[in-house]
């Protein structure tokens, strides 16, 4: 089973920038959907970005687009968000996420790193 470990979230001010990684380990994320994801205090897990087993495709929430950018490499077994412009509604723990294309749910995920964007 690929196990996933998050890293890279911190404080930071608004309007400032972050680039979370998200490392696999027990095996290759090469086939494999990857997504990141976000859940802020109270509120219920929100899809942010996801790309394709190739890199070739992604897709974003309207709320980060042109802010955020997903990534991947997979000779490194990584992905990675680069955000941008935050903002303090940015604030949540961050998840990263695989699933195979064909499934419906993703088959696992990392447990969080905090990023917090003060005003």
């Known amino acids: 089973q690929v196990q996933l470990v998050e890293s890279g979230g911190k404080l930071v001010q608004a309007g400032g920038s972050l680039r979370l990684s998200c490392a696999a380990s027990?095996?290759?994320?090469?086939?494999?959907?990857m997504g990141w994801f976000r859940q802020a205090p109270g509120k219920a897990r929100q899809f942010v970005a996801t790309?394709?087993?190739?890199?070739?495709?992604?897709n974003y929430v309207d709320s980060v687009k042109g802010r955020f950018s997903i990534s991947r490499d997979n000779a490194k077994n990584t992905v990675s968000l680069q955000m941008n412009s935050l903002k303090p509604e940015d604030t949540a723990v961050y998840y990263c996420?695989?699933?195979?294309?064909?499934?419906?749910?993703?088959?696992?995920w990392g447990q969080g790193t905090q990023v917090t964007v003060s005003s």
């Open positions: 027990g095996g290759t994320i090469s086939n494999y959907v």
């Open positions: 996420a695989g699933k195979l294309r064909s499934a419906l749910a993703y088959d696992f």
């Open positions: 790309i394709t087993s190739t890199g070739v495709s992604t």
